[in-house]
Nanobody, 120 residues
Framework: QLQLVESGGGLVQPGGSLRLSCAAS????????IGWFRQAPGKEREGVSCISSSGGSINYADSAKGRFTISRDNAKNTVYLRMNSLKPEDTAVYYC?????????????WGKGTLVTVSS
């Protein structure tokens, strides 16, 4: 079974940083666009960032621009989301997903998520 596994979440103070990782099991991430999504308590899931399979196309939600950086290391079969200047409103479960749609609008595989809590 194809799996995506997120890691790197945790509790961080406002203004702090975290790096999330998305690793694949039983398939090669290099062939897929990878998106990071998040869902805060009581809210709908929203897209955070998307990187194309080649890494040549990257998009961010307005809330992430200037603070988050998505990157991929195809040799390690891993995609990262570096999050700086974290705010309490960034608190959410973060999911990574893989798909053949380069805009990350339609994703085929999802991880189970990692919780990020931004609080003092």
């Amino acid at each position: 079974q194809l799996q995506l596994v997120e890691s790197g979440g945790g509790l961080v103070q406002p203004g702090g940083s975290l790096r999330l990782s998305c690793a694949a099991s039983r398939f090669t991430l290099a062939y897929y666009a990878i998106g990071w999504f998040r869902q805060a308590p009581g809210k709908e899931r929203e897209g955070v960032s998307c990187i194309s399979s080649s890494g040549g196309s990257i998009n961010y939600a307005d809330s992430a621009k200037g603070r988050f950086t998505i990157s991929r290391d195809n040799a390690k079969n891993t995609v990262y989301l570096r999050m700086n200047s974290l705010k309490p409103e960034d608190t959410a479960v973060y999911y990574c997903a893989a798909g053949t749609d380069s805009s990350c609008d339609f994703m085929d595989y999802w991880g189970k998520g990692t919780l990020v809590t931004v609080s003092s």
